[in-house]
């Protein structure tokens, strides 16, 4: 059994580090978990949970929100915990997270190709849009490789 509950940065963070290295791998620097926690606490929102079993982390959602869009990014479950409903409650978590705050439409990016990503998603009513999605590393801002 499991409960979704906000991230704690004393009790959660080396444990959701070790999740996200074992889930997404991460070869950019800008990319690294405890950068990405980092970025992530210093503007607060509450929109960080993670799913916790006996004290251990096994899933994580991080969402944002602008005012308008929300977005969804690090849904992650470990390994040994998949194919049981977890990343779908995660999803559910944050999507009722950002309906609270008034959010209007919720978007989320995956990798080209993630075609059982795409099909997770898809089931959970998200539809391919047609956009382009564009990127630019702002190099004064990335840690040193």
């Known amino acids: ?8 940065d004393t009790a959660h963070r080396r444990q959701v580090i070790a999740l996200w290295e074992t889930v997404f ?12 926690i980092d970025k992530k606490l210093a503007a607060p929102d509450g929109l960080f949970f993670v799913a916790v079993a006996d004290d251990t982390v096994i899933g994580t959602v991080l969402a944002g929100y602008d005012g308008h869009r929300g977005w969804l ?6 390994p040994e915990h998949r194919q049981q409903g977890l990343g779908k409650a995660l999803v559910r978590y944050a999507e009722q997270a950002l309906t609270a705050r008034g959010c209007l ?3 989320l990016q995956i990798i ?10 898809e089931a959970l009513g998200y539809e391919l ?8 590393k702002v190099v004064e ?5």
Do not use: C, Q, W
């Open 1 to 8: 059994m499991h409960t979704i509950i906000e991230y704690n």
């Open 25 to 36: 791998g991460y070869e950019d620097s800008h990319n690294k978990p405890g950068l990405a």
């Open 73 to 78: 990014y690090a849904v992650a479950v470990h």
């Open 105 to 107: 439409k919720i978007n």
């Open 112 to 121: 080209a190709g993630n075609a059982s990503m795409a099909s997770f998603y």
């Open 129 to 136: 849009e047609p956009r382009v999605s564009m990127g630019k």
């Open 141 to 145: 801002n990335l840690p040193p490789t």
